[in-house]
């Protein structure tokens, strides 16, 4: 399943679940071109670029954000394989008839126009390159509506929507395009949040990332438009 040379795009990278992706990746020889919004983050998880590596700071809720990162993904290296996109977010608490605006927008936009801003950015790359793989990460709860969740499934839903669609388009252009359903993510942030929940039934990022990996490899070219459930091993 090595990856290299290929270049792979990580959104949302300095966050629990982008680093493991990039770990992952990187230890199979892939080019790292890794994003997020905060250079602070970025710097502190990754370090500085190196010959396999390019950081970049960008505002994927803009599509200057992310057509930047496709020129500089393209400059560094010359080409983009695999696309995953990470970057996302989680708020839960209200129900529908309460829900704020800024929250609507919030999760909406972290977690799907962040998403379309990229691929309107890389697609057009991959099909000119003659193919790609491409990773979208939806949630285990989006595949029915959960009460005080309703805006959170509905946008992780709408990315699994995107995901089928997406594949369905790009399949006979030889670019798979699938996502993961993952629970709730062994993070620091979570264990904080919830200290009375046992973490050995959540999903460890590192085991999240290898699903995500293999949908990004050749192994998997014949998966198309696939939302796989990625549930803890308890």
């Given at each position: 399943?090595?990856?290299d ?17 990039a ?21 502190s ?12 700071v960008?505002?994927l ?21 695999v ?33 379309l801003n ?14 790609g ?33 997406m594949?369905a ?12 359903l ?10 904080a ?18 699903v ?5 490899s ?9 939302a ?7």
């Amino acid at each position: 399943m090595s990856l290299d040379p290929r270049t792979v795009i990580v959104t949302g990278a300095a966050g629990n679940l982008g680093r493991a992706v990039a770990r992952t990746f990187a230890a199979q020889g892939a080019n790292l071109v890794l994003a997020d919004v905060d250079p602070t983050q970025l710097e502190s998880a990754f370090g500085t670029d190196d010959n396999r590596r390019l950081l970049v700071v960008a505002n994927l809720l803009d599509t200057g954000g992310a057509a930047g990162l496709a020129q500089a993904a393209l400059k560094r290296f010359g080409h983009i394989d695999v696309l995953c996109n990470i970057a996302g977010g989680f708020r839960m608490g209200e129900t529908i008839h309460e829900t704020s605006d800024e929250n609507w927008n919030f999760l909406f936009d972290i977690n799907t126009r962040t998403l379309l801003n990229t691929v309107r950015a890389v697609v057009p790359h991959m099909l000119a390159a003659g193919g790609g793989k491409i990773v979208n990460v939806g949630a285990f709860a989006a595949q029915k509506g959960v009460a005080q969740m309703g805006a959170y499934t509905a946008a992780k839903g709408t990315v699994i929507r995107m995901t089928e669609a997406m594949a369905a388009e790009l399949r006979d252009k030889n670019i798979n395009v699938n996502c993961v359903l993952p629970t709730i993510i062994d993070t620091p942030e979570n264990r904080a949040s919830m200290p009375e929940a046992d973490p050995a039934k959540w999903v460890a990022p590192a085991d999240l990332a290898n699903v995500i990996a293999f949908l990004a490899s050749d192994a998997a070219r014949a998966v198309h438009g696939a939302a796989v459930p990625v549930t803890s091993l308890s």
